[in-house]
């Protein structure tokens, strides 16, 4: 109990600070009302006396300080109530779509004795939490009554790759800590402590949006505007700074006092389900940054994402053996079949995965893409897409210019001229003005790194028409070179020496070995 005492401290400062804020701004008006009540009564400055004049002049000082002051705080107050705080995006989970995993929460909830979640919803990261603000809830669910008060329940948001590669037990015991939570949210003064935070960082002008997990994303710094806005910015950031040792503390014994209860519940498979953590979040990241952005970037999204987590996390564990006694996981319910239409939920997570770490398309709108598709879809187009880039900065951009053909004889001839400088600038500035970066997913490309990729799409393309090689998926590293069946694994090697070195002789040995004609024309 010591932890729920000490969260109730830190809410009721908190509460201090906006009550000590109210004082303030009434403080005038308070004098103001005696000063005038003295004058009517005479007893402060009445008509005649000596002092009658000094104390006049008083009374008009301070109504009028007093009437800036409430006309601030009214300001401030009414940007207050209008703040709307920003929600992470997720996918509402319905209990009609998942009665089976409402059940699991809401008898985890008992167990807890805690209130339940007033609903549900996924996120597209390998993450879960509360949402303190929560969207539409379901009809007929209703919340539990505390200290006489009718408080909502927070939402639970799951991250989804968990369903996915996560049995049906571990998720349990992974979920117990965040559910357990759900205990503050029905606490009076603890709610009001984070309603009326919420609303100060809310109300700054420019407030970044919320990442994923619901902490405030990366800032820009704050524009500032200019007028009563500018003012009322001032008085929020002050009471920010008052409350903030406060609210982190209260939240740090909120987590310890959930943490502190979720003991009693499957304490032990827990610490095996922190370990499926690390493994998911390693795959899932693998996933997005190999597999679906180059998807993204063509604007297909692979319309089944968690299913395909599953299969990048089995090969690396295939590969590594990092899952111990992984074939037994296997024989438990994975959490997933909680779900009355995985497919569907995994559709639309996967979709929302696709406009927040990447964006909406250049073209507009999204392609849905089966995995089925992904070699044709996405690898072959993405090396031909590539291809003809590079053949547009062979070409160069003057209009008088006759473009020579599409083979890999002329690319190298410019590389062993020693091009290959210009080359990458001309792929740096044609790619600035066509792609969109996704900032979240990969760190910036030097023009070099550029040149290679597009040289290796070139050299994948002229395998593909001439040697019979086809286009394959990795589920770890994404696109790969299929020859003979067999993934080639060889060719960065000889390609970056050919750009960073001009020397050509190595990409040609691989070439020919491989069957690839130079001269014949590659198909864009």
Not at 508 to 518: K, T
């Amino acid at each position: 109990m010591a932890a729920v005492d000490t969260a109730r401290a830190h809410a009721q400062a908190v509460l201090r600070v906006r009550g000590l804020a109210l004082a303030v701004a009434a403080l005038p008006a308070a004098v103001a009302v005696v000063l005038l009540a003295g004058r009517i009564t005479g007893r402060i400055g009445a008509p005649g006396a000596a002092d009658a004049a000094a104390w006049d002049a008083v009374r008009w000082a301070v109504c009028a300080v007093a009437a800036v002051t409430l006309l601030v705080a009214g300001l401030a107050a009414r940007t207050y109530r209008r703040a709307v705080p920003p929600q992470t995006p997720v996918v509402p989970l319905e209990r009609a779509e998942a009665p089976e995993l409402y059940r699991l929460i809401d008898e985890l909830a008992d167990r807890l004795d805690v209130p339940a979640p007033s609903a549900i919803a996924l996120t597209p990261d390998c993450d879960s939490w509360l949402e303190d603000v929560p969207p539409a809830v379901p009809p007929g669910r209703r919340h539990r009554r505390a200290r006489g008060a009718e408080l909502p329940a927070p939402v639970l948001v799951i991250g989804s790759p968990f369903l996915w590669w996560m049995r049906a037990g571990e998720l349990r015991a992974l979920l117990a800590p965040v559910v357990a939570g759900t205990a503050a949210a029905a606490d009076p003064e603890i709610a009001a402590a984070r309603r009326f935070l919420r609303s100060l960082d809310a109300s700054l002008a420019d407030a970044p949006p919320p990442g994923l997990g619901g902490a405030p994303a990366p800032a820009a710094p704050r524009t500032a505007r200019p007028g009563p806005a500018a003012l009322t910015d001032r008085i929020t950031r002050r009471l920010l700074r008052a409350c903030h040792g406060h609210s982190a503390e209260l939240e740090r014994a909120v987590a310890g006092r959930a943490s502190e209860q979720a003991r009693a519940v499957d304490y032990g498979l827990r610490i095996a389900a922190q370990e499926q953590v690390g493994l998911a979040y390693a795959g899932w990241d693998r996933l997005l940054t190999r597999v679906a952005l180059p998807a993204w970037r063509l604007g297909r999204h692979p319309a089944h994402l968690n299913a395909g987590v599953v299969a990048a996390l089995t090969e690396l564990s295939r590969r590594d053996r990092l899952a111990d006694g992984y074939s037994s996981r296997l024989g438990d319910r994975p959490a997933c079949d909680l779900l009355e239409e995985p497919g569907a939920v995994d559709a639309a997570v996967s979709r929302l995965a696709a406009e927040l770490f990447f964006g909406r398309p250049a073209s507009g709108g999204w392609q849905e893409l089966e995995w089925s598709d992904y070699p044709a879809g996405v690898v072959d187009a993405g090396w031909r897409a590539r291809a003809a880039a590079l053949q547009s900065a062979l070409d160069g951009p003057a209009p008088q210019a006759r473009p020579g053909a599409p083979t890999l004889t002329r690319l190298l001839v410019r590389l062993a001229e020693g091009d290959g400088e210009q080359l990458a600038t001309a792929l740096t500035a044609q790619l600035a003005r066509t792609t969109a970066p996704a900032p979240l997913l990969e760190p910036v490309r030097t023009g070099r790194d550029l040149l290679v990729d597009h040289v290796t799409a070139m050299v994948c393309c002229a395998a593909v028409d001439t040697a019979g090689a086809t286009p394959g998926l990795d589920w770890l590293d994404g696109p790969v070179l299929l020859i003979g069946g067999v993934r080639r694994t060889d060719l960065a090697g000889p390609v970056a020496q050919a750009v960073e070195q001009g020397q050509d002789g190595p990409l040609r040995a691989w070439l020919d070995a491989a069957g690839v004609r130079l001269e014949k024309p590659v198909r864009l």
